[in-house]
Structure formats: C-alpha cells, structure tokens
C-alpha cells in the first residue's frame, strides 16, 4: 500500500460509548450511576440502560440480552480489557478517588503513565475500569527522537488525595 493509499482517520475522532453485556442491570446501576456517578437517560425495561455524564445521550450502554445472570467472563479470555473513563482535571480524579475510598470499593491499580495518571478498578461483573486525567498534552513525556514516551510508575495516591483537602 502506497502512503497515497494509507488513510488516516481524522484527529477530532472519538470514541462515543461502550456497550456492555452486564448479568444483572441494577447491579450494573449501583456501580456506574451509584459509585461513578452516571446518570440514567433512559431504560429499556430491564434489559439495557443508557447512563451518561452531563446529559449526553449515554456513554455507556449497559444490556442483559445474552449475559442475564451470567457469570464474569474468564480473565484470560479474549473481550474487552478495561473501559476507560477520563476526567476533566486532576481535582476531578481526586474526588473520585476520595469517593472510591469512602465506599471500601476494591482498586486493582493505580499508575503514573507520564501522559495521564489513572485508577483501575473492576465493576460488578469483573469488567475492568480505568479512571484518569491526562496531563497537558505539552507536558507529555518524549524520547529524545520526539516519540511519546509512555511509562508505568505507581501513582502517589497521597498527593492525590490532598488536592480534595
């Protein structure tokens, strides 16, 4: 394939939402609307639900057509390996970190990547969450080539912590 040919998909690109096979609907809704904070914007019965942040009309799709009472997939399977939801500020990860400790919700992980600093933690149904801010894109660490120069070091959850002090 020439570089002509290579097709790039545009910058402004996003990605709008994640549907998720879910075994018990409200379940799902303790997690996502009750810890994260989600809001409902509109049900199917009580066989899917679309949840957002700040009125869009749903980030997240959450169904129980083929998964009703279904037990998590299998870690070493193939699906999806984490959602992952980005924060507007670092104050705005803080609080939600504050939240996540309050409600003795387990965490999986917690990481400095240099790009953005993120929380992991698992909903109901094992499904993997990443919650993170991303630094300025000017503050991105590069390599000396100018490549991105992505790590993963433990996240000082103190310093994080304090901001909501």
Request: proline share 6%; net charge neutral; glycine share 8%.
């Amino acid at each position: 394939m020439s570089k002509e040919e290579l097709y790039r998909i545009p910058a402004q690109t996003q990605i709008g939402h994640v549907h998720l096979k879910v075994a018990n609907i409200d379940r799902s809704l303790d997690f996502y609307c009750g810890l994260l904070g989600f809001e409902i914007t509109t049900r199917y019965g009580n066989e899917a639900v679309f949840i957002s942040a700040g009125g869009y009309h749903h980030h997240i799709g959450l169904n129980v057509w083929y998964s009703k009472n279904a037990p998590p997939a299998k870690k070493e399977s193939v699906g999806l390996f984490h959602t992952a939801i980005r924060y507007p500020t670092r104050k705005d990860l803080a609080c939600i970190y504050v939240r996540i400790l309050k409600t003795g919700h387990p965490l999986t992980g917690a990481a400095d990547h240099g790009v953005s600093h993120a929380l992991y933690l698992n909903d109901p149904d094992e499904n993997g969450v990443e919650l993170y801010w991303d630094r300025p894109k000017e503050d991105w660490p590069k390599k000396p080539d100018g490549a991105l120069d992505m790590y993963t070091k433990p996240l000082d959850l103190n310093a994080l912590s304090a901001l909501m002090q």
